[in-house]
C-alpha cells in the first residue's frame, strides 16, 4: 500500500468535459453495457415535472413493471434540478441543469463487480491517486466494506462508515431500496486520515456514488430480499471535470466557463478581476443557459404552470441577472448560440432545433423586458402612495412578477426614504419555494396498492381499431375505485381492461373512443379509454346486470363518434401544413386536442395570426378537402421516415418503428391516431377561435365535417333568436345592436351627471358644517352613497366654495349593498399644500384605522377599507389631526 505522502501523488490527466463523458461511456460499452441515449427531460413519470436523476428512465425496471431490453445500461442522462435554485453561483458545485454519467445492472451483477469496476475506470482510466480517494460505506454493509478493502486493496484508513442518513438510498416510506457507497476527492490528502469529515467541501468532493439496490421495504418498515439486485450509479460530469481540470469551483470547467466568458464580454466586465456578487450573477446566468436550451430543445414552453414555469423562471433570472452586470440589450439568443455550439457533439438535436431554441428565448425576453419597464412603473406607484413602508407582498411581486431583485427594490426605496418589508418578502418566497418542490429531488418507487402496480400483471391489449369497430373479447381485469375487483354490478363506475380491442386509448392528443360493451348478462358505456404501459384501460358505467371477469363480451365503437375525431385529427394534419406553407414553415406543434367536437392546435408563432391570415389558411384546407387526396397509412422505422421527410412533433418520444400517415403532396407525420380515408370526406374546414396562450405560443381551434353543421346550425339558432327579439332581419342585427351601445352609452353618461349633480348638492350642503381654525378652514364630514369619482367632484368643489387655507375630509359607503366597503377622501387647497401638507400621505394614514390604504396627489387623494364599523373613529381622528396641524 503507498503511503500517504502527497509528494508521491501524480497529477491526473486534463480531460474536456467531452472526453470525460466519451471516457466513461467507453468504459462500460468494453464491459458489455448498451449505451443508451440520454432520456428527454420532460419525464414519462407523472410525479415529477422534470427528469432529476439518472436512474429516472429505469424507474418502471427497478419497480418490476417493466422488463429491461438489455441487463446492463450505461448512460450520460441530462437532469434539472430547482429545489436549491437558490445556492447556484453561491456554492462550487450546484446546480440546475447537469450531467449524470451512469452504469446500470437490471438482475446483472451486483456489488463485487460495480465496486471493481468503479475503481478501475477512476484510478486507471481518469487516473486518480489512491491517496486522493476516500471511500464511504453504509455502517452495516460489511459486504461492500471488505470488497473495498481485501478485494480492491483500499487503505481502510480511508473507508469511512456511514449512517442510513447519508449512506442508504430509499425513494420513500416503501419500496426498492438498499445501501450505497459514494467515492469521494480528497483535495488535502496531506492533512491525513486521522479525520476525515465527510461534509468539510473545501477537502472533499463526492464524485461517484453506487447504489446497491437489494431490498423492497414493506408497509410495516421490514426489509426484504429482492428477488433480482439491481445496481444504480451516478457519475456528475461537472465535478469529475473540477476534478481533472484542477478548478476550484464546476463553473470554471469548459462545460460552463465559455459560456461566463461570453456573458463578461457582453456586460464588458473581466471575470477574474471583478467582485463576487459580479461572479456570482456570471455563474447563474453560464448555470442556466444550459438549462433553458436543453428544456427548449426537448419541447418545453415557457408558461406559468408546471415545468413551462420552470422555464420561464430560469430565463427571467437570466435577464434579471444580465441587467446587475451592465448587460442592457437582449441576449440570451446570443449567449444560448454559444451553448449549443458547446453541447451539440452529445446531443445533435440542439443544432437540429437550434431556430426555435434561440427563437423562444428572443420572444420570452422581449417580453419580459417589457415587464421590467411595467415593474418600474408599479415600484414608482407604490412609492407615490406615501406609504413609509413597501410590504413584503408587494416587493415579491416585484420580484417574481417584474423581475426585480429585493436588492434593486431596497436600492430605490431607499433612495425615497422608505424601508421594504424584508420578512414578508421572505415568507412570500419561503411560499414559493414550496410550490417549487413540485419538481422536488424525490423519485416515488412506492405505488403501493395502486392501479398501476396491479396493471403490471397484465399482458398487453391488442389493439384492432384501425381495421374494425367492433370485436368480441375477453374482460380480464375489473377495477372499482382503483381496486382490483372479480365483478361489478348495475349502476357501478368502473375501469375494465379487456385481452383485445377496438377502442382507441387516448393519446397523441386524440382522446379515447367511446361506445358499448355488450352480452346477454351486462351492458356496459364507455366514457373514455386510455392507455397505460400499452394495456388499454375502458371507463364506464355498468347500466345493466353484472360484469364479470372472464365474461365474454362483444365490444363495440361509436361509429358517429369515431367518424367525427378522425375527420378532426387529419384536419390536423392539413391545419400544420397550412401554417407552415401560409405562416412560417419553422412553426411546431406545441400540443394539441382531437376530440368529437372540435381540434385545438397549438404552435410556437412571434405575433398574433390576421384575419386575413386565418381566412387564406382556411380557403387552402378546403381546397385540399376538395381535391379528395388519398390518405396513405405505413408502418415502417424511424429512420426511413424521417428520410422520407415525415414530421415527428417538437418533443415527442418515438420508438424504432413507427406509423406514417400521409397526405401525399399536402403533409407527411408520424402519428397512431385515426384518420379519415380520403379528405374528401372531411365535407368542411372551418376556424372558429386563434388566441395566444403563453409567451410565443398560439392556439387555433377549429372544426371539420359532422361538427361544422353543428356549428352552423347552433349558430343559425342563435340568429334567429335575436331576429326575433330585436324584430329585425339577420343582416340588420349588427346594426341593431351598434345602436343599442349608443343608446346605452348616452343613458350612462347622463346618470354619471345625475349622480354627480346630486353628489354635489349633498356636498354643498355639507358646507355648513366647516370650523375655522385661524385663517384656515376644515371640514371633515360623512358622505354615503357616493362612489370615488363623486366624492372626489364633492371635495374640489366644497375647497372651492371654502377658498383659500381649506381642507376636506369626507368619508362613507358607496353602496349599502356592499357593506365591507367605504372610501375616504381628502383634499387640500394650494396653500395648504404649499404649507407641506400632502393629501396622499395624510389620507393613507386615515385609511388605516378601517383597515385599508390608498394615496394620491398632495392636493387631492382618495383611500378604500373594508371596517366601515371604524369609519366614524378615522374621520374623528382625521379632524383631530387637521386641527393641530392648522393650529
Not at 149 to 174: C, P, Q, Y
Not at 299 to 318: C, E, F, K, P, T
Not at 532 to 559: D, Q, T, Y
Request: net charge negative.
Amino acid at each position: 500500500m503507498q503511503k500517504n505522502d502527497s509528494s508521491s501523488l501524480i497529477n491526473p490527466p486534463f480531460l474536456s468535459g467531452d472526453e470525460i463523458r466519451d471516457a466513461f461511456i467507453n468504459f462500460f460499452t468494453d464491459h458489455n453495457h448498451k449505451k443508451l441515449e440520454s432520456s428527454s427531460l420532460i419525464p414519462d413519470d407523472p410525479t415529477v415535472l422534470l427528469t432529476i436523476a439518472g436512474m429516472l428512465p429505469f424507474k418502471p425496471i427497478f419497480l418490476g413493471l417493466k422488463e429491461s431490453s438489455t441487463p446492463r445500461a450505461t448512460t450520460s442522462q441530462k437532469c434539472i434540478r430547482t429545489n436549491d435554485i437558490d445556492n447556484v453561483g453561491r456554492t462550487a458545485r450546484h446546480h440546475t441543469f447537469f450531467e449524470m454519467l451512469g452504469n446500470f445492472s437490471f438482475g446483472d451483477y451486483f456489488k463485487k463487480e460495480a465496486i471493481q469496476w468503479a475503481w478501475e475506470l477512476t484510478t486507471e482510466v481518469f487516473r486518480l491517486h489512491p491517496n486522493h480517494i476516500v471511500i464511504s460505506v453504509f455502517e452495516e454493509d460489511l459486504e461492500a466494506e471488505e470488497i473495498w478493502r481485501d478485494v480492491v486493496g483500499v487503505d481502510a484508513k480511508r473507508i469511512v462508515r456511514m449512517g442510513a442518513s447519508d449512506n442508504f438510498w430509499s425513494s420513500g416510506l416503501t419500496g426498492p431500496c438498499g445501501p450505497c457507497s459514494e467515492l469521494y476527492f480528497d483535495f488535502k490528502p496531506e492533512l491525513g486520515t486521522d479525520v476525515l469529515d465527510l461534509e468539510d467541501d473545501s477537502r472533499f468532493i463526492e464524485f461517484y456514488n453506487l447504489v446497491f439496490m437489494q431490498y423492497n421495504r414493506d408497509v410495516k418498515g421490514n426489509l426484504n430480499p429482492l428477488a433480482n439486485c439491481h445496481i444504480d450509479t451516478g457519475m456528475g460530469l461537472e465535478r469529475m471535470a473540477q476534478i481533472l481540470q484542477r478548478k476550484s469551483n464546476n463553473y470554471e470547467t469548459d462545460l460552463i466557463f465559455p459560456l461566463i466568458e461570453e456573458a463578461a464580454l457582453l456586460a464588458q466586465v473581466n471575470y477574474e478581476n471583478t467582485n463576487t456578487k459580479n461572479k456570482t450573477s456570471l455563474k447563474i446566468i453560464g448555470d442556466h443557459c444550459r438549462a433553458v436550451t436543453h428544456l427548449i430543445c426537448d419541447g418545453v414552453s415557457a408558461s406559468n404552470l408546471g415545468r413551462g414555469y420552470i422555464l420561464r423562471r430560469l430565463i427571467r433570472r437570466m435577464v434579471r441577472h444580465g441587467r446587475l452586470i451592465g448587460i442592457d440589450t437582449p441576449f440570451l439568443p446570443k449567449l444560448a448560440a454559444v451553448a449549443i455550439e458547446l453541447m451539440n457533439k452529445a446531443y445533435p438535436q440542439l443544432l437540429e432545433n437550434k431556430h426555435i431554441i434561440l427563437n423562444e428565448l428572443k420572444i420570452e425576453e422581449s417580453r419580459f423586458l417589457e415587464t421590467l419597464e411595467r415593474g418600474e412603473k408599479l415600484l414608482a406607484e407604490i412609492i407615490n402612495q406615501g406609504s413609509d413602508v413597501i410590504r413584503g407582498k408587494q416587493a415579491f411581486e416585484l420580484y417574481d412578477t417584474y423581475g426585480f431583485p429585493l436588492e434593486l427594490t431596497e436600492e430605490i426605496a431607499n433612495e425615497q426614504g422608505i424601508s421594504v418589508d424584508v420578512t414578508g418578502f421572505e415568507n412570500e418566497m419561503e411560499k414559493q419555494r414550496k410550490r417549487a418542490k413540485d419538481a422536488s429531488t424525490s423519485i416515488d418507487l412506492t405505488e403501493e396498492g395502486s392501479i398501476e402496480r396491479e396493471i403490471s400483471l397484465f399482458d398487453e391489449t391488442i389493439f384492432n381499431g384501425y381495421e374494425t369497430l367492433e370485436n368480441t373479447a375477453k374482460v380480464i381485469g375489473i377495477f372499482k375505485n382503483n381496486e382490483l375487483v372479480k365483478e361489478a354490478t348495475e349502476g357501478e363506475l368502473v375501469k375494465i381492461i379487456f385481452n383485445m380491442t377496438p377502442f382507441y386509448a387516448e393519446s397523441g392528443g386524440q382522446i379515447g373512443d367511446q361506445g358499448l360493451i355488450t352480452s346477454q348478462d351486462v351492458e356496459v358505456s364507455i366514457q373514455n379509454v386510455r392507455k397505460k404501459k400499452n394495456i388499454f384501460v375502458h371507463s364506464g358505467k355498468i347500466e345493466r346486470g353484472i360484469l364479470r371477469v372472464h365474461a365474454s363480451v362483444k365490444m363495440n365503437v361509436s361509429p358517429s363518434f369515431r367518424q367525427r375525431t378522425k375527420s378532426n385529427h387529419t384536419a390536423t394534419h392539413l391545419l400544420q401544413s397550412a401554417l407552415k406553407l401560409l405562416i412560417d414553415s419553422s412553426v411546431s406543434q406545441r400540443g394539441s386536442l382531437v376530440s368529437s367536437d372540435r381540434l385545438r392546435f397549438d404552435f410556437n408563432a412571434p405575433k398574433p395570426i390576421t384575419s386575413n391570415e386565418l381566412k387564406e389558411m382556411e380557403l387552402l384546407v378546403n381546397q385540399w378537402i376538395s381535391e379528395d387526396h388519398p390518405i396513405q397509412i405505413k408502418t415502417m422505422p424511424i429512420k426511413e421516415a424521417m428520410v422520407a421527410g415525415a414530421l415527428a412533433m417538437f418533443g415527442e418520444k418515438y420508438g424504432e418503428v413507427v406509423r406514417v400517415v400521409n397526405v401525399p403532396g399536402v403533409s407527411m407525420e408520424l402519428c397512431g391516431g385515426t384518420h379519415v380515408t380520403s379528405t374528401s370526406q372531411l365535407g368542411t374546414f372551418k376556424i372558429i377561435n386563434e388566441i395566444g396562450i403563453a409567451s410565443g405560443i398560439r392556439r387555433i381551434e377549429a372544426i371539420a365535417g359532422p361538427s361544422v353543421l353543428d356549428y352552423f346550425n347552433e349558430r343559425d339558432l342563435v340568429v334567429k333568436e335575436l331576429s326575433k327579439l330585436f324584430k329585425v332581419q339577420s343582416h340588420e342585427i349588427v346594426g341593431r345592436v351598434s345602436s343599442l351601445q349608443l343608446e346605452l352609452k348616452d343613458k350612462i353618461r347622463g346618470l354619471v351627471q345625475v349622480k354627480n349633480e346630486l353628489a354635489l348638492a349633498k356636498a354643498l350642503g355639507l358646507a355648513i358644517y366647516s370650523k375655522s381654525i385661524g385663517k384656515s378652514q376644515l371640514l371633515v364630514r360623512r358622505l354615503d352613497g357616493v362612489d370615488g369619482a363623486g366624492m372626489q367632484l364633492a371635495a374640489s368643489s366644497l375647497i372651492d366654495h371654502l377658498g383659500k387655507y381649506s381642507a376636506v375630509v369626507l368619508g362613507g359607503i358607496p353602496n349599502q349593498e356592499i357593506a365591507n366597503k367605504l372610501i375616504l377622501v381628502a383634499a387640500f387647497s394650494q396653500e395648504l399644500v404649499s404649507d407641506g401638507l400632502d393629501a396622499g400621505k395624510f389620507i393613507s394614514g386615515v385609511a388605516k384605522i378601517c383597515g385599508g390604504g390608498g394615496g394620491g396627489r398632495p392636493n387631492i387623494a382618495q383611500a378604500g377599507g373594508s371596517q366601515p364599523q371604524s369609519l366614524e373613529l378615522a374621520l374623528e381622528k382625521a379632524s383631530e389631526q387637521l386641527t393641530e396641524q392648522l393650529s
